[in-house]
């Protein structure tokens, strides 16, 4: 395979069953999918999961693959398909290749035998949780309507049980959207998670599913309280938490503070790297975008390669940047936000450019508040030491020393104290991705941590 036939480090997410599953969960987006395939059993075949492993395998240029499962409901298709999909990663495993499976599970079928198999096989599981009792049965409930809060919190004790690794996947929506620490705080204390990703619920007002329309309906996020959500977290997290509770939007920044790459899609410059294939074997371009002018190709008929490194998936990757409006090229936190992911970007700017993230006054927010402390962290990084080390200075100034960060100009002097003007102490940004070892790119430990569970529930 020519290296054009392929994209460097593409990653695709497999969905089985498809759109099915055994929750009806208010705010998915997912089950109306369910309609492009009206005759389907949304069952993957033996024989695609056998085409979809060989190929995978062979478009990789990595040594390390990750195979992700997610549905509707993976778990549907029962512990053999899964048993066998390991089976088929030995058998087309190229030398020096290791593999990291992991799958996105409501949880609610999860037991001993599951749990068992997912620590012998080292699968990374993303359980979704919205946090406490009232606010996780809001709205992820069951066919019948239901509460699915004492299946979920059964499956978390399972796991842990099993010492199985696994994440909390939260969304952020209109009935948690006011109890930012309550939900923060359960996660941290009574689930014992260490990471955390909070989703946003940006549910588009039409009977698709498709991202259509300029309205949203009740069940969403409010944008500035979203911001304001994220920022009550991170000001406990600053505090106490640095190093011992990984939430991704936190990595994701400091990332950027630092200086390198994200490693998650919705926050990079482009995308079209990220890809998903239904249960029948047709590849769209990104899971928020399964419909049908999205459609790429099917790997029954098309090698995988080639349908990943097409044209038209070159193009829409590509328009995230291309797209991206002038009054967002100017914004000052456009480093680190990047216009967000593109199925958010249906409002316009004040200027009536169309392409505006509806999220953007709340992450505008939430990235300017976090600026004096990602700058010191990010430092303390460049020099060797650990982010963590802002805990003593949040911890015995509240917080003073590090909103000084974010005060001075470029050419005063750091509030550090090492005599420095402050663009180069404290104030840098540009110019530090070489300053950090590429055997310690934060970059990749980001990415290792939260490339499997990136590609959102919700």
Not at 102 to 126: P, S
């Amino acid at each position: 395979m020519s290296k054009k036939d392929a994209l460097p480090g593409f990653h695709l997410m497999a969905k089985p069953t498809g759109a099915a599953c055994n929750l009806g969960c208010k705010y998915c987006f997912f089950l109306s999918k369910k309609n492009l395939y009206p005759k389907s059993s949304f069952r993957m075949s033996d024989e695609l999961l056998e085409t979809y492993i060989r190929q995978y395998v062979e478009s990789q240029r990595s040594p390390s693959v990750t195979i992700a499962w997610q549905g509707g409901e993976p778990t549907l298709m029962g512990l053999d398909f899964f048993r066998r999909s390991i089976e088929l990663e030995e058998k087309y495993r190229r030398p020096g290749m290791t593999f990291q499976n992991t799958m996105q599970t409501n949880g609610t079928l999860l037991d001993d035998e599951w749990c068992e198999f997912f620590r012998e096989t080292n699968f990374l599981i993303g359980l979704s949780l919205d946090g406490p009792r009232e606010l996780h049965d809001a709205y992820r409930v069951d066919k019948l309507g239901g509460p699915t809060f004492d299946r979920v919190m059964k499956a978390a004790r399972l796991l842990k049980k099993h010492e199985v690794d696994f994440n909390i996947l939260t969304t952020v929506h209109a009935a948690n959207q006011d109890h930012p620490l309550e939900v923060y705080r359960f996660l941290r204390d009574e689930v014992k998670t260490d990471f955390i990703q909070f989703i946003p619920i940006v549910e588009r007002d039409n009977d698709t599913g498709y991202q259509e329309g300029d309205t949203v309906t009740d069940r969403s996020v409010d944008p500035e309280k979203y911001g304001r959500f994220l920022i009550s977290v991170f000001d406990e997290w600053v505090k106490r938490d640095v190093g011992k509770t990984f939430v991704q939007i936190f990595d994701v920044a400091l990332a950027a503070w630092s200086g390198v790459p994200a490693g998650i899609c919705a926050f990079s410059e482009t995308c079209g790297t990220a890809m998903v294939m239904e249960h029948n074997g047709d590849v769209y371009s990104c899971d928020h975008f399964v419909e049908p002018k999205y459609l790429l190709g099917n790997i029954n008929e098309r090698p995988l390669s080639k349908i990943a490194s097409s044209a038209k998936q070159r193009k829409f990757g590509r328009d995230k940047l291309d797209l991206l409006p002038e009054y967002c090229r100017k914004c000052e936190v456009r480093f680190v936000c990047n216009g967000e992911c593109p199925k958010n970007r249906f409002i316009k700017t004040p200027d009536g450019e169309p392409g505006l993230n509806y999220l953007c006054s709340g992450y505008k927010e939430f990235f300017r508040h976090i600026d004096g402390s990602m700058r010191f962290m990010a430092d303390e990084l460049r020099r060797g030491r650990a982010p963590a080390n802002i805990m003593s200075y949040t911890g015995s100034c509240e917080g003073k020393v590090i909103k000084a960060f974010a005060k001075p100009g470029r050419n005063d002097p750091c509030p550090c104290g090492s005599g420095l003007k402050f663009k180069k102490c404290h104030g840098r940004i540009e110019g530090q991705r070489d300053a950090i070892p590429a055997e310690e790119s934060l970059s990749k430990k980001i990415g290792d941590r939260w490339k499997s569970v990136s590609k959102r529930f919700s």
